[in-house]
């Protein structure tokens, strides 16, 4: 079975206009797929380094001198790249979102489709897991996770479920989650709520919209002039923080304007949005809510 079928693999790294001697960064690694395409495209003295905090990916590092795996969440770019010596690099390339691998593996609760412990964390270093929001979050916290990550009307009520099922037993596996809640699955709808109620949960144990906050914040400090940042996201919590930023170089608000009355902003876009096509969909069904954004650097 392959780790992860890469998504736009042509549009993502067409879009960071690849420097043969340049130094780029991948830092949704998964399995490889992205970056064995920049690796194609670079010569003897360019550079790529990786990152991902999942240690099931690591064993998918490739055997090519031009490649340095980091083993660390992308929040942290800016520090682990200045500890391999680089301060700037010519493109950066974000996938992001679960790969493949991990909604396949059952164990990690990622999936729907399994039974499965309360865990659905990206790296196994996280404090936080499932279970932890699930069966500790007090109703405020829980109401926010579900309104703010999975945009469900149900949150309140939702919110109220858990906290009186989880005071008779503690709730432990994705089944008993699904058991208390199914109320609000009926069949019509059951797997659009849950891949919304999932998705709220494991924002949260991974504090995604946090990291990718930084992560953009980071990317505009250490991308070079005309550097490229080439960014695929699944869901429009993600989707619109990257559009905004790419548009702004901010999430919230406006950019000042200069003397003339122009808005003074850090990144020319690149095209226009990019999604796939029905063929890529029918292949890997996972593209079908993806979305590519590239911008240069000014």
């Known amino acids: 079975m392959e780790y992860h ?8 790294v067409d879009g960071l206009n690849i420097k043969p001697d340049g130094i780029y960064v991948d830092v949704t690694f998964g399995g490889g797929g992205h970056s064995k395409e920049i690796l194609k495209r670079l010569g003897p003295n360019g550079k790529l380094f990786g990152f991902d905090q999942d240690e099931d990916a690591w064993a998918n590092t490739l055997p090519d001198e031009r490649f340095t795996l980091i083993q660390e969440n992308f929040r942290y770019i800016k520090r682990f790249l ?7 690099v010519d493109g950066i390339l974000a996938d992001l979102g679960v790969s493949s691998h991990q909604f396949d593996v059952p164990e990690r609760g990622f999936s729907t489709r399994f039974d499965a412990d309360l865990d659905m964390r990206m790296s196994k270093k996280n404090e936080l897991d499932a279970h932890k929001v699930i069966n500790e979050y007090d109703d405020t916290n829980l109401k926010r996770v579900f309104l703010d990550y999975g945009e469900l009307k149900a949150a309140p009520a939702i919110a109220r479920t858990i906290i009186e099922a989880r005071e008779k037993k503690t709730i432990n596996t994705t089944e008993e989650l699904k058991m208390v809640l199914a109320k609000y699955l009926p069949e019509k709808v059951k797997n659009k709520v849950l891949a919304q109620i999932y998705q709220a949960i494991r924002i949260e144990v991974n504090q995604e919209m946090e990291v990718l906050k930084e992560f953009l914040e980071q990317s505009l400090e250490i991308l070079k002039p005309e550097g490229r940042l080439s960014v695929i996201s699944y869901h429009s919590l993600e989707d619109r923080l990257v559009k905004r930023f790419m548009k702004n170089g901010m999430f919230e608000g406006e950019p000042e304007r200069d003397f003339f009355g122009n808005f003074s902003v850090p990144f020319k876009l ?6 796939p096509t029905e063929a890529e969909i029918k292949i890997n069904n996972r593209a079908r809510s993806a979305k590519l954004r590239i911008a240069e650097k000014v």
């Open 82 to 88: 200045r500890f391999h010596g680089v301060k700037s």
């Open 5 to 12: 079928n890469p998504v736009l693999l042509k549009e993502t």
């Open 270 to 275: 690149i095209g226009k949005l990019i999604v």
